[in-house]
């Protein structure tokens, strides 16, 4: 029997270090992999926004693991694991709104981020987590609940279109970073949503476990990328053959506005160039810095610009129509995305 006890003993034990172990790791890399991306990474908004979003899931992460193995832990660290978990939600919808350029939003959302973290750092001080456990536990620890949820939702939102144009292609869409850090937020806030109905160590395990698949699928991606390039340039466009070929596509969008053709496609686009789509598509890339779908919908953007001045009684209906979209949800969307305007906020701002 004392034999078995032991075992027992020896089985949680070493149970308990892997457990220590694996949710650790994830807090340690994010946490080094976050302040590279602040001091020595690209100065690109968007992912210093990322990097901080990574920061505060971190923090919010570590301070989990340290109360699981220490439940007597000081109240100061869990002030702080809750003051990251109310910003996450905020500082995700910032990232997302930057990423897909929805100006508006962003600006809106990046002075509400600042307020957030005013606020919360002057109830930290003036209402500390030490004197006013009741307060932390309950109503800040649930409010960042629903706050970094009703984010989520947001940042779905926002982000719908992007989504739409990446349907099918699930291993682009997977290896987007915005994508898949809209996925991995989720999937943690439901590991801490659930936890009262699993363990509290779920959250945890799920960040360690979504942080290396998503490093994982997005070095796939970039060594699959890495071929497709390869493959361009045994087959480079000599400089002669991409001003041929943009001199004809100028012409076709310009002049005949092939474009405004709802029903236009990469294979037939080339056809009218008398090209295959694989040189299309590569002269889309390589010279415009877009893929076809992006193209094709800056052209349309830029007629409804024109139409919706042009034709200031004509329907938002009519404009969309006019420029080739298929539907006139997909039109306000790719024009608020490229402009930061709604369509009748651009007429009003512009006539």
């Not at 901080?52 to 693991?65: A, D, F, N, Q, T």
């Not at 709802?262 to 598509?281: E, N, Y």
């Not at 953007?301 to 009519?318: F, M, R, T």
Request: net charge positive.
């Amino acid at each position: 029997m004392v034999n078995v006890d032991q075992r027992i003993l020896v089985f949680m034990t070493a149970t308990s270090y892997l457990l220590f172990f694996f949710s650790t790791l994830g807090v340690f890399n994010g946490v080094v992999l976050a302040s590279w991306m602040l001091i020595w990474g690209n100065k690109n908004t968007g992912d210093t926004w990322f990097a901080i979003l990574l920061l505060l899931i971190s923090v919010r992460i570590g301070k989990s693991v340290a109360f699981y193995f220490a439940p007597d832990l000081d109240k100061n660290i869990l002030q702080l694991g809750l003051t990251a978990c109310f910003l996450i939600g905020p500082c995700l919808v910032a990232y997302i709104s930057k990423q897909v350029k929805a100006h508006a939003v962003y600006f809106s959302v990046k002075w509400i981020f600042i307020t957030l973290i005013s606020t919360i750092v002057i109830v930290g001080i003036v209402f500390p987590y030490s004197s006013y456990v009741d307060l932390w536990q309950y109503w800040i620890y649930r409010g960042s609940s629903y706050l970094w949820l009703v984010c989520l939702l947001l940042a779905f939102y926002f982000y719908r279109v992007q989504i739409r144009d990446l349907k099918g292609q699930w291993q682009k869409l997977f290896a987007d970073k915005a994508f898949a850090t809209l996925v991995g937020s989720t999937l943690i806030w439901v590991a801490y949503f659930t936890a009262s109905y699993t363990s509290y160590i779920i959250g945890a395990l799920s960040f360690s476990l979504i942080l290396y698949l998503s490093l994982l699928v997005m070095l796939k991606f970039k060594q699959n990328k890495t071929e497709e390039v390869d493959k361009y340039a045994n087959n480079k466009l000599t400089e002669s053959q991409i001003r041929q070929y943009s001199l004809m596509l100028e012409k076709l969008m310009d002049k005949e506005q092939v474009f405004i053709d709802p029903q236009l496609t990469l294979p037939r686009l080339a056809k009218r160039l008398s090209t295959s789509h694989t040189v299309l598509s590569q002269l889309l890339n390589e010279h415009y810095q877009m893929n076809f779908k992006q193209y094709i919908n800056r052209q349309r953007v830029g007629l409804a610009q024109k139409l919706l001045l042009e034709q200031p009684n004509a329907s938002i209906d009519d404009i969309a129509e006019q420029s080739g979209f298929g539907a006139s949800s997909t039109f306000y969307n790719t024009f608020k995305q490229q402009t930061g305007l709604t369509p009748n906020r651009f007429r009003t701002m512009n006539l």
